[in-house]
């Protein structure tokens, strides 16, 4: 050991000389790690001292040009480089606007039907699942929750469109947490299939308030930007009551970022005109969506809008759907 | 013959389809009657043997004669056995008639047996299924990252907080949040600019304030005639400030209250307030006037 660090140290004031002479030397080709590594770290530190350098030679220039300096330069995000997707909505575009008018939504956005949801688990609920359920209930106004008992959807499906339920959410759990997400609108609607992640109960919210209150919150939906995610957000949208008691101070947000949906409950409070604090309550998850189907829940022989293929979509890191 | 193959397999020697535990010994034969490594369930060391095994969902009966123990090829018999259960019983026994009581019994007891897993599988069958899809790894962990990510760029908290005060700004909250300095400011610039069109603005909230503080603001005018135009101006800036006032007292009083928004009726009570200030303040009223 006493020898291995002495060739290290050894390895060190003479190595620059070292450096110079053979034209090609890369710090890869060394064979022992010690000496390699160490050789490595100095090339770190000398690639850091370089980027200083630059950087300060870059501020000179710009304070020396004053105001003809040219622009700073935007850092580049995912989200700035995101690839161009086709579909992205004009706000403007007639077509858009006309297929949400008489799409399935249409009759909810114009005010002729008032949402009734129906939320239900996988067979055999465990008690995360179970009091997940209830805390989505008392967020979503006008929501039921009931039990499945290993009835079949096919069967619950007529006899929810019987007793007038607008939405039915299934939360598919494994292993004593919820992983799936199943919303389906039901008068013969769209249904997504979502994966659950990150799930956080209300006792596990740090600086939680008190619980949501009765009034109907208001809906945030953020960055739904293509044909896919428009519909996404209508579905989302129609689960809540179409106008909002300003007086509860609650809002909903579903913020799509990278594909994923971020759902938070926040109760708000402006303090000024300009600055508005929010609390979070409520229950808070993540969804990503894994496939879209024209009809209600059918698994064999549903007609699919869209799925989400690993090979196919997942090419690119640049690349969103919603 | 059959006693010798027992005493070497049995005890002595070593049986491929033997399986020792502690409690027990299994025999994994498949012509096996009973699952476990007797003398009498041992088909290689019994002369005369019978089975029960299922194919496809169908039964057959099994037997094995010493008179074909030559013939490997031919040494099982094998019957397809009817459907219905008393039926198959009624062909065991016609089938298995001589044979030894323990092999008919065991016999009857395995296709008990197979008959009602079969039935269970065939409802389970018709129920849901679950199924089971394998999650890869590699998958799940970079999917995990991307969402820590996506949370970080996401930074929600300041998109709702945006997003909130984009809605008060366009007004659709409508009177509920009264915060006057931003509605004021918009009403001042407004009287600056158009100060022709707004005086007679000026005037009816004039009159309506005079209904309410006649007594004064008649004195006033008689008093000082030819600065009609200076009390005019003086009186709207009080109540400007009066306007101030009553926010910041509104805003104190919301910051104490927390959460419960201030609701709009107590706002009009205000005015009756102002005629009591209205001398008080005057003195600085000139000074910011000046």
């Known amino acids: 050991a006493g020898d291995g660090g002495g060739a290290a140290e050894r390895g060190g004031p003479p190595a620059p000389q070292r450096v110079l002479f053979p034209p090609t030397f890369s710090v890869s080709e060394i064979k022992n790690k010690?000496?390699?590594?160490?050789?490595?770290?100095?090339?770190?530190?000398?690639?850091?001292?370089?980027?200083?350098?630059?950087?300060?030679?870059?501020?000179?220039?710009?304070?020396?040009?004053?105001?003809?300096?040219?622009?700073k330069a935007i850092p580049k995000t995912i989200e700035n480089q995101r690839v161009y997707d086709e579909t992205t909505v004009d706000p403007t575009d007639e077509e858009v606007a006309f297929d949400e008018a008489t799409d399935e939504f249409a009759p909810?956005?114009?005010?002729?039907?008032?949402?009734?949801?129906?939320?239900?688990?996988?067979?055999?609920?465990?008690?995360?699942?179970?009091?997940?359920?209830?805390?989505?209930?008392?967020?979503?106004?006008?929501?039921?929750?009931?039990?499945?008992?290993?009835?079949?959807?096919?069967?619950?499906?007529?006899?929810?469109?019987?007793?007038?339920?607008?939405?039915?959410?299934?939360?598919?759990?494994?292993?004593?947490?919820?992983?799936?997400?199943?919303?389906?609108?039901?008068?013969?609607?769209?249904?997504?299939?979502?994966?659950?992640?990150?799930?956080?109960?209300?006792?596990?919210?740090?600086?939680?308030?008190?619980?949501?209150?009765?009034h109907v919150p208001e809906v945030i939906l953020n960055n739904f930007t293509t044909r896919l995610g428009h519909s996404v957000g209508r579905m989302f949208a129609s689960l809540f009551p179409h106008d909002p008691q300003f007086i509860g101070r609650q809002v909903a947000t579903f913020h799509n970022q990278r594909d994923y949906i971020?759902?938070?409950?926040?109760?708000?409070?402006?303090?000024?005109?300009?600055?508005?604090?929010?609390?979070?309550?409520?229950p808070r998850f993540t969804l990503k969506l894994r496939s879209l189907q024209k009809g209600t829940f059918d698994s064999k022989f549903g007609e699919y809008e869209w799925i989400h293929k690993r090979r196919e979509m997942d090419t690119s890191r640049r690349k969103f759907h919603l | 013959s059959p006693q010798v193959v027992w005493s070497m397999l049995g005890n002595r020697q070593f049986c491929s389809y033997k399986m020792t535990t502690k409690t027990q010994n299994f025999c994994r034969n498949e012509y096996n009657l009973?699952?476990?490594?007797?003398?009498?369930?041992?088909?290689?060391?019994?002369?005369?043997?019978?089975?029960?095994?299922?194919?496809?969902?169908?039964?057959?009966?099994?037997?094995?004669?010493?008179?074909?123990?030559?013939?490997?090829?031919?040494?099982?018999?094998?019957?397809?056995?009817?459907?219905?259960?008393?039926k198959a019983l009624e062909q065991i026994d016609e089938n298995l008639i001589y044979w030894p009581r323990f092999i008919r019994h065991k016999c009857k007891q395995r296709f008990t047996k197979i008959t009602q897993y079969l039935i269970r599988i065939r409802k389970l069958t018709l129920k849901r299924q679950r199924k089971l899809v394998p999650l890869r790894r590699k998958i799940e962990r970079r999917e995990r990252r991307r969402e820590e990510k996506a949370l970080i760029a996401a930074q929600l908290d300041n998109a709702?907080?945006?997003?909130?005060?984009?809605?008060?700004?366009?007004?659709?909250?409508?009177?509920?949040?009264?915060?006057?300095?931003?509605?004021?400011?918009?009403?001042?610039?407004?009287?600056?600019?158009?100060?022709?069109?707004?005086?007679?603005?000026?005037?009816?909230?004039?009159?309506?304030?005079?209904?309410?503080?006649?007594?004064?603001?008649?004195?006033?005018d008689s008093e000082?005639?030819?600065?009609?135009?200076?009390?005019?101006?003086?009186?709207?800036?009080?109540?400007?400030?009066?306007?101030?006032?009553?926010?910041?007292?509104?805003?104190?009083?919301?910051?104490?209250?927390?959460?419960?928004?201030?609701?709009?009726?107590?706002?009009?009570?205000?005015?009756?307030?102002?005629?009591?200030?209205?001398?008080?303040?005057?003195?600085?009223?000139?000074?910011?006037?000046a």
């Open chain 1, 34 to 71: 010690q000496r390699r590594h160490f050789m490595f770290l100095r090339w770190k530190q000398q690639q850091r001292k370089e980027k200083l350098a630059a950087k300060k030679m870059r501020r000179k220039e710009r304070e020396a040009l004053g105001d003809k300096a040219p622009p």
């Open chain 2, 34 to 86: 009973t699952g476990l490594c007797n003398r009498s369930s041992c088909p290689l060391a019994n002369s005369q043997y019978a089975t029960i095994r299922e194919e496809k969902g169908r039964c057959y009966l099994y037997m094995k004669t010493i008179e074909r123990a030559a013939f490997p090829r031919r040494l099982w018999e094998r019957v397809l056995l009817n459907k219905n259960y008393e």
């Open chain 1, 262 to 282: 971020f759902f938070r409950f926040h109760r708000y409070i402006f303090k000024s005109e300009k600055k508005v604090g929010i609390q979070e309550l409520g």
């Open chain 1, 108 to 214: 909810y956005f114009n005010r002729q039907t008032v949402p009734k949801i129906l939320i239900t688990t996988s067979d055999r609920p465990r008690g995360r699942t179970v009091r997940f359920c209830e805390q989505l209930a008392t967020v979503i106004p006008n929501s039921h929750v009931y039990y499945r008992r290993g009835l079949a959807l096919k069967r619950i499906i007529p006899q929810c469109i019987a007793r007038d339920f607008t939405d039915l959410i299934v939360i598919n759990e494994d292993r004593k947490i919820p992983n799936g997400l199943v919303l389906s609108h039901l008068p013969d609607g769209p249904t997504a299939h979502f994966r659950m992640s990150s799930v956080r109960l209300r006792k596990e919210i740090k600086r939680k308030g008190k619980e949501p209150t009765e």
């Open chain 2, 224 to 289: 000082l005639s030819d600065f009609e135009d200076m009390d005019k101006l003086e009186t709207s800036s009080e109540e400007e400030q009066e306007e101030e006032e009553e926010v910041e007292k509104k805003a104190s009083h919301s910051k104490s209250k927390g959460k419960t928004p201030l609701k709009g009726p107590a706002r009009r009570k205000r005015p009756y307030i102002e005629i009591e200030y209205e001398e008080e303040t005057e003195p600085t009223t000139k000074t910011k006037a």
């Open chain 2, 160 to 220: 709702i907080e945006k997003e909130l005060l984009e809605r008060l700004k366009q007004d659709t909250y409508g009177d509920i949040y009264n915060f006057p300095i931003h509605a004021f400011d918009k009403a001042l610039q407004q009287q600056e600019a158009e100060s022709e069109s707004d005086s007679d603005a000026e005037r009816e909230e004039e009159e309506e304030e005079d209904v309410n503080t006649r007594e004064f603001v008649e004195a006033e």
